[in-house]
């Protein structure tokens, strides 16, 4: 007699599978994109409590914090939940903001501060820089065509219901 998933305790259950990211988004190109801005912001972060430049500690926490919550966002669909955020412009935004901060701290870094500590979180976050960079333009390329498809589809409605509306009137004279 077989049992069914229902019965058998050690079956995944369905409500704990809906925290787990998918696996297609892990695999995909913006899934490893935020893993590894994620994975050098801890780095960056953890350098920057070793060094003497530890005024820079609140950039890579903070990148850290938001590439984890645009994962979440990202893997768990909330972003097709959502729709009063507009995901892809604030990914956008955060990528441009943070690729500009960390080439300007990775300047800072590397050029005043003499610790090794400094350096390598200067060159970590250049290497960021590069990965928030690409995130950037790859984010630009999906608003566009979001907004190409948004302006070529709203252009013929607002035609259709004049032309409605003109008809109706009509046809009530």
């Known amino acids: 007699m077989e049992r069914s998933s229902a019965e058998d305790p050690e079956a995944p259950q369905p409500g704990a599978r ?34 003497e430049a530890a005024s820079f500690l609140m950039v890579p926490l ?9 994962f979440c966002a990202y893997s768990l669909k909330l972003n097709e939940k959502f729709k009063a955020i507009y995901w892809l412009l604030a990914d956008f935004l955060c990528c441009l903001v943070a690729a500009i901060i ?24 250049f290497i960021a820089t590069v990965t928030y960079a ?33 008809n109706s009137d009509s046809d009530s004279d």
């Open 18 to 51: 809906l925290l787990l990211p998918a696996r297609e988004f892990l695999r995909s190109r913006k899934g490893l994109i935020l893993v590894a801005q994620a994975v050098l912001s801890f780095i960056i972060f953890i350098c920057y409590i070793a060094s």
């Open 62 to 70: 903070l990148t850290l914090l938001l590439a984890l919550g645009f």
């Open 102 to 125: 960390f080439f300007a701290i990775s300047i800072a870094a590397v050029s005043k501060y003499p610790d090794k500590a400094s350096k390598t979180a200067g060159v970590f976050g």
């Open 134 to 166: 690409i995130s950037f333009y790859l984010t630009f390329n999906e608003l566009m065509i979001f907004l190409k498809q948004g302006d070529s589809s709203d252009a013929p409605e607002p035609r259709k219901s004049e032309e409605n509306y003109s």
